[in-house]
């Protein structure tokens, strides 16, 4: 066996076997509970029905998947600017990481879904609501890791750009904000992770009348179970790609052009 069909294999291998079990179960819950589980072969072929143009809940999968990216994104990107910007703040002021730190902790362990009657109360039933519970998830991992990122930037490399006669911006953009990257890059992967999950979920309660959370709850009340799991499938592939496309690679390339590397941190 070749080396590309190994690592062909290899990379089959984890779905094969979410497929294997994922049969394994919609066998045993009809056997044992006569339910309706769907099946890998069944859920597939909704999937692809739909992308080729029947509704789902009176409207396309592609409605219900761009109304559900653009809160993410909307919520992501005010999460990301303000965990950012406070993050550089907070690791090169230490008071203002240490009066802050506590309440960033706090808000960290907040579930998402632990946000929605402040969401309600803010911003009532709707758009709003959902992007709130977005960015206030993200907000936290982001702001925290950025933190640490700066604070753990080698003092010796400020002290000799300083001695080199760095200051003001060239100190923060050739010094600090290269040596905080790697940190900064997994807050906004983590913050991405639970701001996506916390957008499905919001769709389900805050009265969005669009997305893929949408459609998994309202399925539920004509039980058409393959359009739930057919959003599921829509739901990971969209994280997987943003993570194995975009961030992944992002990370990879920023590291190689600053010639960072973690353990240097």
Same mark, same amino acid.
């Given at each position: 066996?070749?080396?590309?069909?190994?690592?062909?294999?290899?990379?089959?291998?984890?779905? %094969?076997?979410?497929?294997?079990?994922?049969?394994? %179960?919609?066998?045993?819950?009809?056997?044992?509970?006569?339910?309706?589980?769907?099946?890998?072969?069944?859920?597939?072929?909704? %999937?692809?029905?739909?992308?080729?143009?029947?509704?789902?809940?009176?409207?396309?999968?592609?409605?219900?998947?761009?109304?559900? %990216?653009?809160?993410?994104?909307?919520?992501?990107?005010?999460?990301?600017?303000?965990? +950012?910007?406070?993050?550089?703040?907070?690791?090169?002021?230490?008071?203002?990481?240490?009066?802050?730190?506590?309440?960033?902790?706090?808000?960290?362990? =907040?579930?998402?879904?632990?946000?929605?009657?402040?969401?309600?109360?803010?911003?009532? +039933?709707?758009?709003?609501?959902?992007?709130?519970?977005?960015?206030?998830?993200?907000?936290?991992?982001?702001? =925290?890791? +950025?933190?640490?990122? +700066?604070?753990?930037?080698?003092?010796?490399?400020?002290?000799?750009?300083?001695?080199?006669?760095?200051?003001?911006?060239?100190?923060?953009?050739?010094?600090?904000?290269?040596?905080?990257?790697?940190?900064?890059?997994?807050?906004?992967?983590?913050?991405?992770?639970?701001?996506?999950?916390?957008?499905?979920?919001?769709e389900m309660v805050v009265g969005t009348a669009s997305g893929l959370g949408y459609a998994i709850v309202q399925s539920r009340w004509s039980l058409d179970y393959p359009a739930a799991f057919s959003c599921i499938i829509v739901i990971a592939a969209i994280g997987l790609v943003v993570e194995q496309a975009i961030l992944k690679p =992002?990370?990879?390339?920023?590291?190689?052009?600053?010639?960072?590397?973690?353990?240097?941190?």
């Open positions: 066996m070749g080396n590309p069909v190994k690592q062909l294999v290899s990379r089959m291998a984890p779905l %094969l076997l979410i497929i294997a079990i994922w049969q394994i %179960l919609a066998t045993g819950v009809w056997m044992f509970r006569n339910a309706p589980f769907p099946t890998p072969a069944v859920t597939l072929k909704y %999937l692809v029905e739909a992308l080729m143009g029947q509704e789902m809940m009176d409207m396309s999968i592609y409605r219900h998947t761009f109304s559900s %990216l653009g809160r993410w994104a909307f919520g992501f990107l005010i999460a990301s600017a303000g965990g +950012v910007f406070f993050g550089l703040a907070a690791g090169w002021w230490r008071t203002l990481d240490r009066v802050t730190s506590p309440g960033i902790q706090v808000l960290q362990l =907040i579930p998402g879904l632990a946000w929605i009657p402040v969401a309600l109360l803010l911003f009532g +039933v709707g758009e709003n609501a959902t992007r709130f519970m977005i960015a206030v998830t993200a907000f936290a991992p982001i702001a =925290i890791n +950025v933190t640490d990122g +700066v604070k753990q930037v080698d003092v010796h490399f400020i002290r000799a750009a300083q001695m080199l006669g760095a200051r003001g911006k060239t100190l923060f953009f050739r010094v600090l904000l290269p040596g905080a990257l790697p940190q900064i890059i997994s807050g906004i992967r983590v913050g991405l992770g639970n701001s996506w999950r916390v957008v499905v979920a919001a =992002i990370e990879s390339r920023t590291i190689r052009r600053w010639g960072l590397s973690r353990k240097n941190f």
